[in-house]
């Protein structure tokens, strides 16, 4: 049968890729301490259209139940995870998650993630673990070093609260100041009758590259104890994770946050020698506010499909083939047992795509089975 749009088969490679991933990134979890949480495929979807998570319906997989409610195929961890989260007890606790997540908007609909999701931890030990984690996996899956970018949503937060602005125009202003098209931002922001609200929000287009900008800032916002206060956290994180190992720490001030729910810190990873984007998340404090209560909750994900394409093709297996009959079957069998850190494909005939290293011959001779080396 044909497939909807975007809907895709896959076979062999990318399959294997996937669950690589998924493998190393289990025993790295397991081996920093986490614990795999699983949430159901099936929520409803006012768990994520609320006021304090804000996603959009239209962009989720959805349908009524018997009851009339509306239920949606889970279309993002953090939130559900929240929900399974909310009345578990105050300690600090370090969650990991294997699954997908759908949504309208995503190519073929289902996008494969893992995930971590740190709770009650101070600040920056949370915000730190989750990067060093980050990397941590990285390097297991031998990718190499990555350039992590940190952000925080409350720079640019409170930059705009002096603003008179409609909803209209701020959501206009933070869509230009992700695009960064800093003409445009001064320009809307000037809507606000703020002037110097206005040149300050414009500077953040440019507020991107290595940590020397945080000095920059620093010297530009002296007057400023709050802002000053997010660049010295800003800081420490970085020496944190610089002190780690050889990643490389971008800074980019003007970065908005792309769900209501960030808080704090914002963080995005990429593979250094290709650029792809693989990791993204940051500080959800918030988010918790719907359940009646602020905890301390930081975490991100990796876009598995993205890493499944830079894992490189290893060949640590033996590749036997055994030409059996099927008299001769269950003695084939038998035979696997010997090579059990070998791969043994039993055949009638050897395949003409792959290339073995062993072949093996079971033939019957006078009543006796021999094995003979082709």
Known sequence: MFLPAGSRDEMGASIDHRF???EVFRKVMTMRGYTLISTPVVEYASTFTNQYVDMKLQDMMKWFNPEG??????????????????????NPQKWGYIGSVFKQSIPGIESHQIGVEILHYPPLMGEGESLLMAS??????????CLIELGHTEIFESLVRPLTLSQVDEKRLRQAMHDKKKDEVYQIALNGKNQQSAIELASLVDAFGSLDILSEYEERWKERTDLLEILAH?????????????QEILIDLGRVKNLPYYSGTMFRGFLKETGADCFSGGRYDRLYEQFGERNSAVGLAFDVDVLAEHVEETNDFTHICVIASEDTFVYAEQLRTKYKDAIVDIQTEPLAHIQYDVMLEIVEKDGKIEVLER
């Open 20 to 22: 690589h991933v998924m």
């Open 69 to 90: 409610e509306i239920e949606v195929l889970r279309p993002d961890w953090t939130t559900s995870i929240a929900r399974a989260l909310s009345t578990q007890a105050k």
């Open 136 to 145: 941590s996996l990285l390097k297991e899956l031998k990718m190499g070093d």
């Open 234 to 246: 800003l800081k420490k994180l970085a020496r944190i994770v610089e002190a780690s190992g050889s």
